[in-house]
């Protein structure tokens, strides 16, 4: 999955770099390109570990302005950088990201409003689980958080923020970073008008270890922000359905 992306990603313009780290060991053919760096890890490290380890590496560069954490199952439908850079910095937002769509081309769930106990106990027995039902096309819109396969941070927000928790080692960093940005008047911004296609593994449904994960991470974040979520000006959620 990995050679192919970063293909993708260099025939992007806007790409100034991209940094690869091998979790674990593993060889990969990838492009002979000097804007290709590759970071082998002695030991595993999780999601937001991997990528504030990432960061450090452009944090200082002039030459570079925008981090977009990427998983390594996503697939560009295009260059989605233009359209999502455009569009963050006409709406004054520090975070954007594009639709994401599944290898079939349905929508997923990677746009929804901050997660609660009623919401889980209500997406469990079938009812709304707060995601939002965007469609292709339409309006950039504000979400209250988004997915962590595909965001596009300004490099002064993410470093506003602290990169991401490095204590929810896998699941919930991408929630908690969104609730950060906003507590910090931070806009995250989707776009509809581009979108990433992602191969999703669905790995805590099938792999106990990864559900593990999951449930500690929800746990942890409703530790941190139980019933200290920010309060969104509804102008702030255009496209809210």
């Known amino acids: 999955m990995i050679p192919p992306l970063v293909a993708e990603l260099l025939d992007c313009k806007e790409v100034g770099l991209v940094i690869v780290t091998l ?6 053919a990838l492009p002979d390109d000097a804007r290709v760096l590759l970071i ?4 595993p490290k999780g999601f937001g570990a991997n990528h504030n380890a990432a960061f450090r590496h ?26 999502l850079l455009a569009t963050m910095d006409s709406l004054g937002a520090g975070l954007g990201v594009p639709l994401v769509l599944s290898g079939k081309g349905q929508m997923e769930d990677s746009l929804r409003r901050f997660p ?32 962590g396969m595909f965001m596009l941070f300004k490099n002064d927000t993410f470093a506003r923020l602290k990169g991401f ?15 950060r940005a906003w507590k910090q008047k931070i806009r995250i911004v989707a776009c509809p008008k581009v979108s990433i ?45």
Request: glycine share 6%.
């Open 165 to 179: 928790d490095e204590a929810f080692f896998l699941y919930y960093e991408d929630v908690d970073i969104c609730v």
């Open 23 to 28: 979790n674990v060991p593993e060889t990969l």
């Open 197 to 241: 296609i992602h191969e999703a593994q669905r790995d805590s449904r099938r792999k106990f270890r990864y559900l593990y994960w999951h449930i500690t991470s929800m746990m942890r974040f409703f530790y941190k922000h139980g019933g200290r979520l920010p309060n969104i000006p509804s102008a702030d959620l255009r496209g809210k359905s």
């Open 116 to 147: 609660t106990p009623w919401m889980l106990l209500s997406k469990a027995v079938g009812g709304p689980d707060g995601r939002y039902h965007a469609q292709p096309g339409q309006a950039a819109f504000f979400p209250e958080w988004a997915a």
């Open 40 to 43: 082998q890890n002695e030991s």
């Open 58 to 83: 452009i944090e200082n560069d002039p030459r570079l302005h925008f981090f977009c954490p990427i998983n390594p199952d996503v697939h560009l439908s295009g260059n989605p950088f233009p359209t």
